[in-house]
Nanobody, 127 residues
Framework: QVQLVESGGGLVQAGGSLRLSCAASGRTFSSDAMGWFRQAPGKEREFAAAINWSGSSIYYADSVKGRFTISRDNGKNTVYLQMNSLKPEDTAVYYC????????????????????WGQGTQVAVSS
């Protein structure tokens, strides 16, 4: 069983920064791809960023590219999302997820490519 626990959310003014963390349990973290998704009120969940097991392949949604950075520390079983230059439209619940058997370079943005999800952490950006 894999458990994912997000932390680091909060309220920040536009232009500010936050760093989200996702702590994973389970022995296979270092060999798993990980992703961050977000869901704004009244909207569908959307892809934000993904990273493969080694950090050699990283993907971003166009909406966060240049502002967000995904990284991981396999020694700590943790994946991070550094969010800079935050905008009110970044307000959402942010979820981390583990890449499952369907994960790949062609479907990293698709939520069915992930098999375990955290409970989410709220990020609110005020204008």
């Amino acid at each position: 069983q894999v458990q994912l626990v997000e932390s680091g959310g909060g309220l920040v003014q536009a232009g500010g920064s936050l760093r989200l963390s996702c702590a994973a349990s389970g022995r296979t973290f270092s060999s798993d791809a990980m992703g961050w998704f977000r869901q704004a009120p009244g909207k569908e969940r959307e892809f934000a960023a993904a990273i493969n097991w080694s950090g050699s392949s990283i993907y971003y949604a166009d909406s966060v590219k240049g502002r967000f950075t995904i990284s991981r520390d396999n020694g700590k079983n943790t994946v991070y999302l550094q969010m800079n230059s935050l905008k009110p439209e970044d307000t959402a619940v942010y979820y981390c997820a583990r890449g499952g058997p369907r994960y790949g370079s062609r479907n990293y943005y698709y939520d069915l490519a992930y098999d375990y999800w955290g409970q989410g952490t709220q990020v609110a950006v005020s204008s």
